[in-house]
């Protein structure tokens, strides 16, 4: 018989208590280690977040607290040649909303029409809408202006009333003003509110955050081309809010660096005189110093308000600028194309002597009318008996067109293309101004993209004398003879003084990339420059020879001037018929040009007149050529600053 024992031996027992410490070291090694997992991760956390992302959540604790305010910086002046200042930055009170503190509960429709109604506030339906509509596509905390220039009253009675408007406020603001009004409007241009096209070509060019705190920018003129040196550059402050907003203290000033300011070559008094002597007529004046590019006077009729559209134009207001037949809002000097009529006859005359076509002693005999060998179309010449024999210079002191008929013909149409593209026609003039029109010079390849017809030599031959298919801007016209006085010296319209630094700098601004490249210095090369002097001997008959179509309009002058007077056709006249005012709408009626220089040694002025729809150029645009230098040259002293002092002694 065998009996069981549950008493476990001595060995037994020590291999239990051994197995069980081993057990606890390693449960306990697994636990430190876990422990120490841990610990080594929150210090790996606290290290992120408290070194490595510290600046993160500064910034967007901060944000809580502290706003950031972009400042606008002080837009740049504009100055005449004299100091007269053009553009001003006039402080007003206007009324803005910010998008963001709107009251969400209440349409912003019926806040504007409450508030137009409190404040009697000159705005219509259309204005409204067209707030809503910036609200729209605008950035939530940039401000949207509702009404400006305030008075005080409007600024007492929405003091009382604010709070029934959230997100409206009345903000001090620097708006520009320009005291001279219309005088100076299609060259100085004007600034107006940024729209949403606007702030798609900021962001563009990364150029949105310096407009932060910007609702104008340059839309036409001076205004828009040297924008950018206008401008200046946005400041900001740094302020602590609280948490409704409202600012408890400035934290941080970063000054605005304020705009540049401008001088022009324009002479006020002078850009006065011309519309004056515009008055009520459709047309422009330019007047430039030859020398050098300098525009003394620019001048289009009729012109418009500039003031309207910086305060914000009005819907009805802008309807009756673009509605208007008179068509103000057109810059007639650099964006009207008109025929050239007669005034481009001394030009034609230099590419005739360079090809030698004719000399300075070449007869010619100028007949009634002109025919192309084989054709029985006779083109006429403005007097009916013709001229007889005659020279160039008599050709161009009478202006018989049978002579220039056959120069053109003679000449080609590549020919005169291309000398009269190196005067300029057709082409752009360099001046500091985005709103230009190439017009039109006319060549073979243009009349078959344009109609899908072939050049004949019939179209040539009306060319000789400014007329066809021909049209130019008055701009083009001035400096083709300014280019003329300087034998062929380019010459670049201007309208800012400093324009070598200010356009290389404009230039260097929009094109980063790109090298400035310095215009040539020569515009028109020919054979022998007493062939300038050849078209520029015609001019001063014009003026002062016995059959000078301008001699009546400058007689007894205390300075010696040259001309050329032109009478640009707007329809054709049947071959058996003449040209009748009368019997005719006022807007088929020819147009009127003149161009003038002075004094005939030693040009310091070239103007040119173009009225439209009033008749001959001799008759009624030479005498305004003839005031315009009256007034630069005597009344202004101008004869006196620049004739050198021989010339004086000669005087």
């Known amino acids: 018989m065998f009996f069981w024992s549950n008493k476990k031996n001595d060995f037994d027992v020590a291999t239990d208590e051994t197995a069980e410490a081993n057990l606890f070291n390693n449960r306990m090694k697994i636990a430190i280690i876990a422990v120490l997992i841990m ?46 200042i053009l553009a001003d930055n006039k402080p007003i009170y206007e009324i803005e909303l910010i998008p963001e503190n709107l009251n969400p509960d209440v349409p912003l429709k019926d806040s504007l029409l409450k508030l137009r109604e409190l404040l009697n506030l000159n705005i219509d339906d259309k204005d409204i809408e067209n707030i809503i509509e910036r609200v729209r596509f605008s950035k939530k905390f940039k401000s949207i202006s509702v009404a400006s220039k305030l ?78 040196i206008l401008h200046g550059k946005v400041g900001y402050k740094e302020v602590e809010v609280d948490s409704i907003g409202r600012v408890v203290q400035t934290l941080k000033m970063v000054q605005p660096v304020p705009g540049k300011d401008i001088s022009l070559t324009i002479d006020i008094r002078l850009q006065q005189k011309a519309q004056e002597l515009l008055g009520t ?14 525009i003394l006077a620019f001048a289009s009729n009729p012109t418009y308000d500039p003031n309207m559209f910086v305060r914000g134009i009005l819907n009805k207001e802008y309807q009756e600028l673009l509605n208007n037949p008179e068509r103000p809002l057109i810059n007639r000097v650099s964006q009207g194309g008109y025929s050239p009529a007669s005034t481009i006859k001394p030009i034609m005359s230099v590419m005739g002597l360079n090809e030698g076509i004719f000399t300075a002693k070449t007869r010619f005999f100028g007949g009634p009318h002109y025919s192309l060998p084989g054709s029985t179309h006779k083109f006429r010449d403005w007097r ?6 005659m020279d160039v210079f008599r050709a161009i002191e009478i202006s018989c067109d049978t002579f220039f008929y056959d120069l053109a013909f003679k000449s080609g149409i590549d020919n005169i293309h291309k000398y009269m593209s190196l005067f300029g026609f057709g ?75 200010l356009n290389k700098e404009e230039f260097l601004i929009r094109n980063p990339k790109q ?66 005012a009368a019997a005719i709408k006022k807007e088929h009626r020819d147009n009127a040009l003149f161009v003038a220089f002075a004094p005939y040694e030693n040009p310091v002025a070239v ?13 009624f645009a030479a005498p305004i050529a003839r005031q315009m230098l009256d007034e630069y040259l005597i009344n202004l002293g101008y004869l006196e600053k620049e004739l050198p002092s021989a010339e004086k002694e000669k005087k």
Do not use: C
């Not at 400014?466 to 003329?484: C, D, E, F, M, N």
């Open 607 to 619: 103007v040119g007149i173009l009225l439209e729809n009033v008749g001959g150029g001799s008759r």
């Open 427 to 501: 082409q752009p003039s360099g001046i500091d101004l985005f709103e230009e029109s190439l017009a039109n010079l006319p060549s073979k390849e243009w009349k078959k993209n344009k109609y899908h017809q072939v050049w004949v030599p019939g179209d040539t031959v009306p060319i000789g004398i400014g007329q066809g298919y021909w049209t130019t801007t008055l701009l083009q016209l001035v400096r083709a003879h300014a280019i003329l006085t300087q034998h062929g010296r380019n010459i670049i319209p201007h309208l800012a003084r400093d324009y070598a630094d």
């Open 384 to 389: 009916k008996w013709g001229h007889g024999w």
């Open 39 to 84: 610990v080594v991760a929150l210090i790996i956390n606290l290290y992120t977040i408290q070194i490595i992302q510290f600046r993160s959540f500064e910034k967007r604790s901060n944000n809580n607290r502290i706003k950031i305010i972009p400042i606008s910086p002080p837009r740049g002046l504009i100055f005449d040649r004299n100091g007269q």
């Open 281 to 294: 007529n459709k047309g422009a004046i330019l007047m430039l110093d030859p020398r050098n590019g300098e």
């Open 515 to 580: 090298k400035y490249k310095k215009p040539e210095e020569t515009a028109v090369k020919v054979k022998s420059s007493s062939y300038f002097d050849i078209g520029m001997r015609g001019m001063y008959l014009v003026v002062n020879g016995p059959e000078g179509t301008g001699r009546k309009a400058f007689a007894g002058t205390k300075y010696v001037a040259a001309g050329k007077s032109g009478t640009a056709q707007i329809i054709n006249i049947k071959q058996d018929q003449r040209y009748n």
């Open 151 to 228: 008075t005080e009253d409007q600024i007492a009675v929405f003091s009382v009333n604010q709070y029934n408007f959230k997100g409206f406020s009345i903000e001090p603001k620097l708006k520009r003003f320009y005291p001279f009004a219309d005088t100076v409007t299609h060259a100085l241009g004007y600034v107006s509110r940024i729209n949403q096209k606007d702030q798609e070509m900021l962001e563009a060019h990364g150029n949105a955050e310096n407009y932060a705190a910007t609702q104008d920018m340059g839309k036409l003129g001076v205004e828009k081309y040297y924008e950018d």
